[in-house]
């Protein structure tokens, strides 16, 4: 390769995503690609102050379990926190990309999900493997919390469509 013009030739320098218009089924496929991965490497890499940071986002829902609003935010500020701890620039800057849509997956499940305490002690059993260091149940825990998000999301999308 002479030259880098080539590759910038009507190529875009920015994705647009309009987070109106996204379908969170499929957001929720690549959060399950992403996701258990992120915890895995969270629990090999984390360092005692992002620890903390997960720390605090669980103790805060598990103080106000039936607060949505709080469920809605520090859902966020969790799952964000494990990204943070799994040290890979890439997967940062994919979830910063990611994140308007982030909070408007989590908006509708957190104030839809039939039981709020149920993602709160999931996102316990993730933050224990992650102390404890252990990238494999880290990794399964997640999967089973993004499945339990999907079974909420397809019940409030198919609750939307007959109202």
């Known amino acids: 390769i002479k030259s880098r013009a ?18 969170l089924i499929e957001l929720l496929e690549v959060r399950k690609m992403i996701e258990p991965t992120a915890a895995a490497l969270s629990a090999a890499r984390r360092n005692d102050k992002q620890l903390a940071a997960m720390e605090a ?44 849509l982030l909070l408007r997956s989590r908006k509708l499940t957190g104030r839809s999900t039939p039981n709020p305490r149920i993602a709160i002690q999931q996102h316990r059993i993730i933050l224990e493997a992650i102390r404890r260091r252990d990238p494999d149940i880290a ?25």
């Open 57 to 100: 986002s669980v103790v805060a829902q598990e103080k106000r379990p039936d607060d949505r609003e709080n469920l809605v935010r520090y859902d966020y500020l969790f799952h964000e926190a494990i990204v943070q701890a799994a040290g890979n620039h890439v997967l940062q800057d994919v979830a910063r990309f990611l994140s308007p």
């Open 6 to 23: 080539g590759l910038s030739g009507g190529w875009p320098s920015q994705v647009d995503l309009d987070a109106r218009n996204i379908d």
């Open 139 to 163: 990794e399964q825990a997640m999967r089973t919390h993004l499945q339990t998000v999907g079974l909420d999301l397809i019940s409030q999308t198919d609750s939307q469509k007959r109202s």
